[in-house]
């Protein structure tokens, strides 16, 4: 998986009063690995109770590719309008849910679109360390929240391209948001990178032509965004690992510091058939022949990868 930093607690109060544990990424390889064993559940506690998704969008993004992202989020836990529009994004997400059923620590989880935080101007620079990406979550609510930073297609980040396509991990932030609060809470966050144009055969596969293994027509991106329709994938998966293996110690196999989660477990399938190189067979629009296996809100269409179920012990599809 992607490299992460550790930081020590002094020397993060003394910075950025956050305490990086980062285990998690979305790893480059995909397209070749092979498919997974059983997950274990580390007896650790899983997300829970009402948790909002709050973005934090960090360089250039249109407000069309904003509503991309944001549609999809809102589609997570609510089925389209229409109730004809399946299979939905909804039903996607609820795999998910039999993970709290399995785990000996029951619980439930809901969740909605929380705020939107627009950083424009670069204000951390065009190129992005890990501690950074940390700091950018920390600017939304630290309190029942997943922060999800999302950095423009200008935007270098550690790792990026190189090692991975996102990761998620988890920080101490202060329940007051002051440097000298006696009180902390973790707070659970994302990082997914915009690669059309650093790396979209990497990290926007199968919307691009994959530079390495099997080689295959690139797919139509539903939303017609190579770039933000690949970070709809990498975000979905890193959600699906945030919220069953929030803290390092949830449901993951082999070693927690490079950890096979509930998406990434599942590699390069997208539907029924699926091979190295073959993301599976999948829904087409007649109008713009994109490929999707999944509705959303607004009329919206994505490609969201298989996600293992551990009540079959297998990667399950939509399509």
Known sequence: ???????????????????????AGRKLSEVVQEQPQLLTFHNGPLLSGKITVNLIWYGKFKPSERAIVSDFVASLSS????QNKQP?????????????????????????????????????GKSLKNKQIVELASKGDQKNAINVVLTASDVAVEGFCMSRCGTHGSALGSTSG????????????????NSQTQCPGQCAWPFHQPIY??????????????????MVINLASLLAGTVTNPFGNGYFQGPAEAPLEASSACPGIYGKGAYPGYAGNLLVDATTSASYNAHGH???KYLLPALYDPSTSSCSTLS
Request: hydrophobic residues 40%; charged residues 15%.
């Open 178 to 193: 002051h440097i000298k609060a006696k009180k902390f809470t973790k707070f659970a966050y994302i990082w997914v990178g």
């Open 88 to 124: 939905s994004v909804s039903q996607w997400w609820k795999t998910t849910e039999k993970y709290y059923h399995l785990s000996s620590k029951k619980s439930s989880l809901s969740l909605s679109l929380g705020k939107q935080i627009l950083d424009e101007n670069y204000s951390l």
């Open 1 to 23: 998986m992607g490299s992460c930093l550790t930081q020590s607690v002094l020397k993060i109060f003394l910075v950025i009063a956050l305490f990086q544990i980062c285990w």
């Open 213 to 230: 293994g099997p080689q295959s027509a690139p797919l139509i991106a539903p939303n017609n965004n190579v770039g933000l329709d690949g």
């Open 298 to 300: 607004n009329g919206r």
């Open 79 to 82: 089925p389209p309008p229409l």
